[in-house]
């Protein structure tokens, strides 16, 4: 068996590829990954033989793993025969498995988390008991969503940056549809779950509800994209999930600087929940000259924040009724104003 450092550094290459379940690799893919860490490391390259020679010796004296060699169309990949299995596995120590056990035991108690089959999985192993405790922490769920499962099945296509195949139908539609995606994020809002993720097509970044999605399927043979924009900037910019585009440019709007006006009443609700993350109060000079501009406005407290307007933020602005009033831009506030007299229509 081979016992010199060389080889022991290729076994740490190998392992992950080798104990992934979720792609699939042969020994040309196996080779180009070994290749890409030496290469790292400036050491000199392998060959497919040297890696074929590797693979043999796992399955020898002292290792004696079980190696299975499925097809996967023109493939014949290589992977452990046990999914669990990594050369590297280390027991957990007595003071670990007890953290574990009641980080679990914590988590268990976040309603929607224990649809995820490797929750359970991962409290059998370290034979947690399974007794119902009532809740310390409980989020806001929708009793009526169906996608539990696809929450699970996403969540693991992401951890393991997986390609996916997407089948969808809005709701005024009939027909499913279906699109390849390169899957990066979970967001909820508002008690909906959303997945935001790239079209294989043409990278544009697209976003589905999980309540419209009908099913998923893993596309392992496909080569998975990272994620060519910030996620993060993206929510900076807006309230909830919708980002509003160009339709020329298809570029994302720009912000806008947004005036507002809450009551006396609801100024503590305003400033404890901030409707946008720039939220800022109006004071000084210019909350004089603003008392001056909107005189029927004597109380209350004016308040900038700069960001796309989109239905989220519209429906955010609905939820406080007459309790703010939306006054710059003139735009922003005529197109607030149309929503509100379809709404009065209702009730006439």
């Excluded at 190696?67 to 596995?89: E, L, M």
């Excluded at 699109?179 to 790239?198: C, D, E, S």
């Amino acid at each position: 068996m081979p016992t010199n450092k060389n080889a022991f550094q290729r076994y740490v290459y190998l392992d992950p590829l080798l104990a992934d379940q979720h792609h699939y690799y042969d020994i040309h893919d196996l080779t180009e990954h070994v290749n890409r860490c030496l290469r790292a490391e400036e050491k000199p390259e392998v060959g497919e033989r040297m890696i074929q020679k590797d693979i043999k010796d796992l399955e020898g004296d002292p290792f004696y793993i079980d190696i299975a060699r499925p097809t996967q169309g023109h493939k014949r990949c290589v992977r452990y025969a046990d999914p669990t299995f990594s050369i590297f596995n280390k027991k957990l120590t007595d003071d670990e498995k007890n953290l574990l056990k009641e980080l679990l035991n914590t988590l268990g108690q976040f309603e929607g988390l224990d649809s995820l089959s490797w929750f359970d999985d991962l409290k059998k192993r370290l034979k947690l008991e399974s007794k119902q405790t009532d809740a310390i922490i409980q989020f806001e769920t929708n009793p009526r969503t169906t996608d539990s499962n696809l929450l699970g099945s996403l969540f693991t296509a992401i951890a393991h940056k997986q390609v996916i195949r997407i089948y969808y139908r809005k709701f005024d539609e009939v027909r499913e549809k279906s699109v390849v995606l390169h899957p990066y994020l979970l967001k909820q809002f508002n008690t909906r779950w959303y997945v935001f993720g790239a079209d294989d097509g043409d990278n544009f970044l697209l976003h589905f509800a999980l309540d419209r999605i009908t099913r998923i399927e893993p596309q392992p043979t496909a080569i998975y994209r990272e994620c060519e924009h910030s996620l993060v900037d993206r929510f900076e910019d807006i309230v909830g999930v919708t980002l509003n585009r160009n339709k020329e440019t298809g570029e994302p709007l720009p912000c806008d600087d947004i005036l507002i006006w809450a009551n006396e009443s609801e100024i503590g609700y305003i400033e404890t929940k901030p409707l946008h993350g720039s939220q800022i109060p109006v004071v000084g000079d210019e909350e004089q000259a603003l008392r001056k501009r909107y005189p029927h406005l004597n109380a209350g407290r004016f308040y900038r924040l700069e960001c796309i307007p989109n239905r989220e933020l519209f429906q955010a602005f609905a939820a406080y009724f007459s309790g703010i009033e939306l006054l710059e831009p003139l735009s922003i506030r005529k197109e607030y104003a149309e929503i509100i007299s379809e709404m009065n229509k209702n009730y006439l």
